[in-house]
């Protein structure tokens, strides 16, 4: 694992942005693994930026986003096509079709599951898969569980996350319960993962899951024993490793 210690978010954003820049650059029909979540916001920013100073082309590459909830549809403010629409893929020149997410909306979950794994397989894996990290240790919507779930699978949110999620929602009947996410086994077959974290609410989860065991109780802590991975936090996520990095 390499750890890059940025001062702060500004610093990180851009860090994590250039990293899927050389990406992009280096191998223009790249397939991408996006992420939701506060954490990314400022990284896709400084990729929109960098696309319309001419720095990089999209025209060639595919994403496949972590994770959706189930019971919201593409339209609704606060389902993650719509983020990534809003913050990302309405101010880059990627084609539309080149754009997926599993869709929140479907009558058969198992289908729209097993449909999503064979679209990312048939793209020929991702090359660079972006994770936030949930305050439970959750990647995508991998929560804390007695197993690492292999595929994309439907999961009941825990009620931190629901907590954790509810300041993006008027009222907390409102949070979605259900959500689609890909599998540990999705995210540790991409070739690299770069992982985001900010904030000192993180320090403690950043230790737990990557100085700790590697235990499904804390999903991320698999990341361990992926050959290339990067974790690129702030000095306030990293406080409690910055001995040992
Ligand atoms: C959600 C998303 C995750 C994200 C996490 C952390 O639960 N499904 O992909 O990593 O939130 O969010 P934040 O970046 O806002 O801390």
Known sequence: MLFIKTKDYTQMSQKV????????ISK???????????????AYENLAKWYTEGLV?????HTVNLDEYMGLDKEHNQSYYYFMKKN???????PDENIKLPSGVVKDF???????????????????????????GHIGFNEPASDFPNITHCVNLTES??????????????????????????????????????G???????????????VPSIPA???????????????????????RI
Do not use: W
């Not at 198992?110 to 439970?136: F, K, P, V, W």
């Not at 000192?200 to 590697?214: H, L, R, S, T, Y």
């Not at 802590?221 to 001995?243: K, M």
């Open 221 to 243: 802590s698999i990341l361990q024993f992926h050959p290339n991975v990067i974790i690129v936090g702030d000095e306030e996520s990293f406080q409690l490793i910055s001995d």
């Open 28 to 42: 223009p029909d790249s397939v991408l693994g996006l992420a939701t979540g506060s954490t990314p916001i400022g």
């Open 110 to 136: 198992d289908a729209e599951c097993l449909s999503y794994e064979t679209y990312i397989n048939a793209l020929g894996g991702i090359d660079l898969q972006l994770l936030g990290l949930g305050h439970n």
């Open 17 to 24: 942005a250039s990293l899927l820049l050389a990406q992009v």
């Open 161 to 198: 996350t629901i907590q954790a999620n509810k300041r993006f929602f008027e009222k907390i009947e409102d949070v979605p319960t259900k959500a689609i996410t890909m599998g540990i086994g999705t995210i540790m077959k991409a070739k690299c993962v770069v992982l985001a974290v900010n």
């Open 88 to 94: 990302l893929f309405s101010k880059i020149n990627i």
């Open 200 to 214: 000192i609410g993180k320090a403690e989860i950043v230790q737990k899951a990557f100085f700790g065991p590697v």
């Open 57 to 61: 082309d999209f025209s060639r590459v």
